[in-house]
C-alpha cells in the first residue's frame, strides 16, 4: 500500500445475476488508486459501469471478486466497528438531488441525521454545525427550516453536498453530481465541490459521462468501456495525447466552442451501440466499433499497461 493512496482497488469484478445462468459483468476487473486530496474522474458512456464502480468501492455493493483498500484496510472485509467508521468516512453525492433527499423532513433534520450516528456531539453544536455547513454550501441558516419541494434543483445539490459533509468525511463519490441540473447551474455546483475540497482536504471520486467537466474538476481520469477500465492518465495527458481509440473518439466528440475550429475539425466518430455486458464480445471489447481492430483484438483481451510514466492503456496497438 503506497501511503499516498487512500483508495486502491485491485481487480474489483461486480456481476449482478440476471435470470437464469446469466450473469451480467459489470464491472470486470477494474484496479485504479486515488491519492489523498485528489480528484479522480470517470467518464465512459451509459451503461459502463461507473455507477456500479463507484457504489462497490463504498461497499454499498458486496464485491464479486477483488479488494477496495481504504487507507490500507480491506473494505469488504470490515468488522462491525470499521464498518461504521468507513460509512461516515465515505460517503456520495447522488445524481437526483430530489430522489434522494427525504421530502418529510426539514432541512435541517437531513443533515443533522448522519450526525446523530456518527458524531458525538452536544445539541447546541449540533445545531451550530448545521448553520454552518449551509452556509459552506452558499445557503443560508434559514434554510434549515425549510423542506426540499421549496428549494430549486441546484439548492437541493447544496443540501446534498451539505449532508454529505456533515458528517466529516475524507472520501466522497460523486456520482453525476450535476447530470440533472440546469446547465447555468452546472459550473456553480462543481466549483463548489472544487472550493471545499480546497478548504477540508477531501478526496473525490467523480463520475459523468461530461467530459467538458471532468477535465475542469479532475486530477486524472479514467475512462470505462463496458465493465473495464480502458485508459488512465493524468488530466492534462488524457485530454491532450488520448491513445485508446474510444478515447480518443470520446474526446473528439467533445464540442468546441469556437465555430472556426470545430468546422476544420477532424472528429472520429463513435459507430453503433456498446454491447451487452451479459455476453461481452471476447477479446477487446470495443474491438467491433473500432477502426483499427486487427486479429488478435477478437482473441485476447488487453490488458490496462503503464506505457508510459502514469499513463495506462488497455489496447493492442500498444502492447508487443
Ligand atoms: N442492481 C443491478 N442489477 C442488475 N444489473 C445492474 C444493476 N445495476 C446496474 N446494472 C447493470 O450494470 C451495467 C452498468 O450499470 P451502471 O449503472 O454501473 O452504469 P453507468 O456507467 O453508471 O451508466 P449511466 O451513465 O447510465 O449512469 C448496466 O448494464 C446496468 O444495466
Ligand atoms: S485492442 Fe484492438 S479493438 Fe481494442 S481498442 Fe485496441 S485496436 Fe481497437
Ligand atoms: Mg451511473
Redesign the pocket.
Known amino acids: 500500500m503506497n501511503k499516498e493512496n487512500l483508495i486502491e482497488v485491485v481487480n474489483l469484478k461486480k456481476y ?1 445475476s ?1 435470470g437464469k445462468d446469466k450473469t ?1 459483468k ?2 470486470d476487473n477494474v484496479t485504479l488508486n486515488i491519492k489523498k486530496g485528489e480528484t479522480l474522474g470517470l467518464v ?10 463507484g457504489r462497490t468501492i463504498l461497499g454499498i455493493y458486496d464485491a464479486t471478486d477483488g479488494h477496495v483498500y481504504f487507507n490500507g484496510k480491506d473494505v469488504h472485509a470490515m468488522n462491525r466497528d470499521e464498518k461504521l467508521k468507513f460509512k461516515k468516512d465515505a460517503q456520495i453525492i447522488f ?1 437526483d438531488p430530489y430522489a434522494s433527499l427525504d421530502p418529510r423532513m426539514t432541512i435541517g433534520e437531513i443533515i443533522g441525521e448522519g450526525m446523530d450516528v456518527h458524531l458525538k456531539i452536544s445539541h447546541k453544536e449540533r445545531q451550530e454545525k448545521i448553520d454552518d455547513l449551509l452556509e459552506k454550501v452558499g445557503l443560508t441558516r434559514e434554510h434549515g427550516s425549510r423542506f426540499p419541494h421549496e428549494l430549486s434543483g441546484g439548492q437541493r445539490q447544496r443540501i446534498g453536498i451539505a449532508r454529505a459533509l456533515a458528517v466529516e468525511p475524507e472520501f466522497i463519490v460523486c ?2 453530481p450535476i447530470s440533472a441540473l440546469d446547465v447555468s447551474i452546472q459550473a456553480q455546483i462543481v466549483n463548489l465541490l472544487i472550493k471545499l475540497q480546497k478548504e477540508l482536504g477531501l478526496t473525490y471520486l467523480f ?1 459523468s ?1 461530461d467530459l467538458s467537466m471532468v477535465k475542469h474538476i479532475s486530477d486524472r481520469v479514467g475512462v ?1 468501456y463496458l ?1 473495464s477500465m480502458v485508459e488512465l492518465a493524468s488530466n492534462h495527458t488524457l485530454y491532450e495525447k488520448p491513445l485508446h481509440p474510444y478515447t480518443q473518439a470520446l474526446i473528439s466528440a467533445i464540442p468546441i466552442p469556437d465555430p472556426s475550429i470545430e468546422d476544420g475539425r477532424n472528429r472520429l466518430k463513435l459507430e453503433g451501440e456498446v454491447p ?2 451479459i455476453n461481452p464480445p471476447k477479446g477487446c471489447r470495443f474491438r467491433q466499433r473500432c477502426i483499427y481492430a486487427k486479429e488478435i483484438c477478437s482473441e485476447i483481451t488487453p490488458e490496462l499497461k503503464e506505457i508510459d510514466k502514469d499513463h495506462f492503456v488497455a489496447c493492442h496497438l500498444f502492447q508487443e
Not at 465512459?44 to 464502480?53: D, I, P
Open positions: 449482478f440476471v451480467l459489470a464491472v465512459g458512456e451509459s451503461g459502463c459501469g461507473k455507477t456500479t464502480c445524481q456520482d453525476e463520475i459521462h470505462m465493465g451487452s455486458p
